[in-house]
């Protein structure tokens, strides 16, 4: 995603969670026939405020609740227009989850939500999936490509034992599949430090990944 022609109304009337605001620029933004990306982005780019100003100690977790909501209402609002814009073809399968210990959920959806409209089938596992929940679905699914999710800081040890689990019974049930990590403070060194393959911090550079992975295994 970019933020090229980013609209600071948008990104302004989230991080001051005006949930009617916010609705309203969306809904024209989408009459006008707007990227429903850049939309998505803007609004992440408002969340990354309201992050800050909760570490701050302007926001509490009241706000923290109330920016998540104002954000699923876009997405419920963006998604029939995600649907629309792509082609239904199976591109592969992908098998993604928030690791142990994290709700946040927001960004999975979002991940998946691209994914799906890019003609991949993804298996969620929802939030707070224990290592040993990911091993066995893996086994069970067969996954082309694994993507877990995690936002707090304590997501990195339940990544590297997550991961940890995922190659244990990938070895021993002949399988390969790549792991992608994602969300906000993913970087290259925490990729290396929980083992995954790849790492992304952004939705559509995560479908294009799994995209090139598709073809290389092809
Ligand atoms: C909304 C929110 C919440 C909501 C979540 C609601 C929900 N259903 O998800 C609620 C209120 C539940 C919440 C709770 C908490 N939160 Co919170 N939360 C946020 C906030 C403001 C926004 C997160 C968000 O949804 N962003 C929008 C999405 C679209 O962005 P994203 O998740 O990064 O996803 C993008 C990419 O990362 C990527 N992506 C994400 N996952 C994946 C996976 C794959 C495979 C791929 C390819 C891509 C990908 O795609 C997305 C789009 O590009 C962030 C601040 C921030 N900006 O990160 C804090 C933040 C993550 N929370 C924080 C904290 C501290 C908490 C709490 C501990 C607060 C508390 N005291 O209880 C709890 C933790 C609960 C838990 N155990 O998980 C901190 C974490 C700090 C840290 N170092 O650990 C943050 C960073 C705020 C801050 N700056 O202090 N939170």
Redesign the pocket.
């Known amino acids: 995603?970019n933020i090229e022609n980013p609209d600071y109304r948008l990104i302004q009337f989230l991080a001051d969670l005006e949930e009617e605001a916010v609705l309203k620029l969306v809904r024209e933004k989408i009459n006008d026939g707007k990227d429903p990306l850049q939309i998505?982005?803007d609004?992440?780019e408002g969340?990354?405020i309201?992050?800050?100003r909760?570490?701050r100690g302007e926001y509490y977790?009241a706000g923290?609740?109330m920016?998540?909501e104002v954000?699923?209402e876009v997405v419920e609002l963006i998604q029939p227009l995600m649907v629309k814009k792509t082609e239904i073809k199976s591109s592969g399968r992908v098998m993604?989850g928030?690791v142990s210990?994290?709700?946040?959920?927001?960004?999975?959806n979002?991940?998946g939500m691209l994914l799906s409209c890019y003609g991949f089938k993804v298996i969620d596992l929802g939030?707070?999936v224990l290592p040993a929940e990911f091993a066995a679905k893996a086994v069970e699914v067969k996954p082309d490509i694994v993507?877990?999710?995690?936002?707090?800081?304590?997501?990195f040890e339940m990544m590297k034992q997550t991961i940890s689990a995922l190659r244990t019974e990938a070895e021993n049930h002949q399988l390969t599949f790549p792991i992608?990590?994602?969300?906000?403070?993913?970087d290259e060194q925490v990729c290396r430090y929980v083992g995954a393959d790849y790492w992304?911090?952004?939705?559509?550079?995560?479908?294009r990944?799994?995209q090139s992975l598709m073809a290389d295994r092809s």
């Open positions: 995603m998505l982005e609004c992440n969340m990354k309201v992050g800050q909760y570490e977790i923290l609740i920016s998540g954000f699923r993604m928030t210990g994290d709700i946040h959920d927001i960004g999975k979002m991940a939030v707070d993507g877990l999710s995690g936002l707090i800081t304590a997501s992608i990590i994602g969300g906000g403070m993913i992304s911090k952004d939705a559509m550079a995560g479908v990944l799994c």
